[in-house]
């Protein structure tokens, strides 16, 4: 098989004072970190649709990257070269695992038999890969947006007819999903959501895309899929009102329908922040909840304000995620995928590997520091002691739930006014993560 990649190298890890651009400056595949291997907390993944298919076509121009891999886009020789392309570009960095669409495999027939034999034909290469180099699923999901079908939705179609059309592409997606060894399938809401409420019966369309998604669980473990289910909450674009806003609502909507047993959440990056809170806040509301499940790394850009899915740099963030992750006690069938792709002007090959390198690096550095700010201990003692007075007295009362309003109140009476809480400490604890980060 043709090398697609020829000028690029194997990336191997050269240490934080390397100065070759195509090499790892802090992720070290093996490298230890609190009893398991960089490799084994992050668990990179890439995203078949950013890395394979986009080009980087914009509302107001062409695409600048030329992603044909040597064959015709649009043709299934086209997506058999998106498979080499694929392993060699993972092999080359050391990624063993990945995600997709089916759309992003294939190109797209109005038949949905048409469809599925494309995905068979597709799904055998990438196994007979997947073999050889022990590459593997993470997630596979369907994309029920960008037919002109899905205008609506697809759970929350208006039309059953369009409604049929998701749950068969579903169907296929989870066959998918288990054939390639994939240990989640994800829903990510597209245009589950409504742009005006006039002519939206916002309950029905809840109730829909809550059955499509039993569904999908009844059928998903009646042929052996024993991974997670993930909804991927985004607060807009495509549309005004998406239904998956933001992890509390997800949470919410996953109790509602006592979908529990089976679902978790994909925290992304920009989506958190599009919803108006920092992304180590949806991880915290997940995991809370019970629902860590895997990320979409990447990083979006407050000037800008859209999705604009960047490889993420930012350390500080990448060592609050993974805080959170570790606090959440890793990754077991989730992992990190890079919903993540590069700016329309990096439109080289070289360009690709960078922005796993800077990615991979970051969330290294972040792995790295999120584990020395949890052995620093001060943060942890920090949290601990500012809760303090509910672990006794009245306090662990309350938290028990072994007291009353009228008991409360005559302890309020007796007290005069309290004393105000103890500091909150913000800038002490933001000197300490500078300190861990830098120090
Ligand atoms: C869209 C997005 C999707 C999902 C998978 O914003 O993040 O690519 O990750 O459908
Ligand atoms: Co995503």
Redesign the pocket.
């Known amino acids: 098989m043709a090398e697609i990649f020829k000028e690029i190298p194997e990336i191997k890890y050269e240490g934080s004072v390397g100065t070759n651009p195509l090499s790892f400056k802090y992720y070290d595949a093996n490298k230890l970190v609190s009893g398991k291997t960089m490799k084994e907390h992050l668990r990179v993944a890439m995203?078949w649709?950013h890395n394979l298919c986009a080009d980087g076509k914009d509302m107001f121009g062409e695409g600048t990257a030329n992603k044909s891999f040597g064959a015709e886009p649009g043709t299934m020789a086209h997506a058999h070269r998106k498979v080499d392309a694929a392993f060699e570009f993972m092999s080359k960095l050391g990624i063993e695992l990945y995600?997709f669409?089916d759309l992003d495999l294939v190109p797209e027939a109005d038949d949905i038999k048409e469809m599925n034999k494309r995905l068979d034909e597709v799904s055998d290469h990438i196994l007979e890969k997947s073999k050889e180099t022990g590459i593997k699923l993470l997630w596979g999901?369907a994309?029920l947006t960008r037919n002109p079908r899905y205008m609506n939705g697809a759970g929350s179609s208006n039309s059953p007819e369009v409604f049929c059309f998701a749950a068969a592409q579903v169907k296929k997606g989870l066959e998918l999903t288990v054939k390639l060894g994939g240990t989640g399938y994800?829903f990510?809401g597209?245009r589950e959501g409504y742009d005006l409420l006039l002519n939206t019966n916002v309950k029905l369309e809840l109730d829909n895309i809550a059955a499509l998604m039993r569904m999908a669980v009844d059928y998903g473990r009646s042929i052996g899929f024993n991974g997670d289910f993930y909804i991927?909450p985004?607060p807009k674009?495509p549309t005004k009102h998406q239904y998956d806003f933001d992890a509390a609502t997800a949470a919410g909507f996953i109790k509602e329908y006592g979908l529990e047993k089976d679902f978790k959440l994909?925290i992304?990056a920009n989506?958190a922040t599009l919803a108006g809170h920092t992304f180590q806040h949806d991880l915290r509301i997940a995991a809370i909840n019970g629902f860590f499940g895997s990320v979409?790394a990447n990083q979006g850009d407050s000037l800008l304000g859209w999705?604009t899915?960047e490889f993420p740099f930012n350390v500080y963030e990448t060592t609050l995620c993974m805080y959170e992750v570790l606090k959440a006690g890793g990754f077991t069938n989730g992992g990190l995928?890079f919903?993540a792709k590069n700016r329309r002007a990096s439109y080289t090959y070289e360009d690709m590997f960078k922005g796993f390198i800077l990615g991979m690096d970051s969330f290294a550095l972040g792995l790295l520091k999120a584990d020395a700010l949890i052995a620093d201990g001060r943060i942890d003692d920090f949290v601990k002691e500012r809760y303090a007075g509910y672990d006794s007295g009245i306090g662990a009362n309350i938290r028990n739930r072994t007291t009353s309003l009228t008991e409360l109140a005559e302890i309020a009476e007796k007290l005069g006014a309290p004393k105000l809480p103890s500091s909150g400490n913000q800038e002490g604890l933001e000197s300490i993560m500078n300190q861990v980060l830098f120090g």
């Open positions: 995203a649709w995600c669409h999901t994309n994800t990510w597209g991927e985004k674009e994909n992304e989506h979409d999705d899915d995928n919903d």
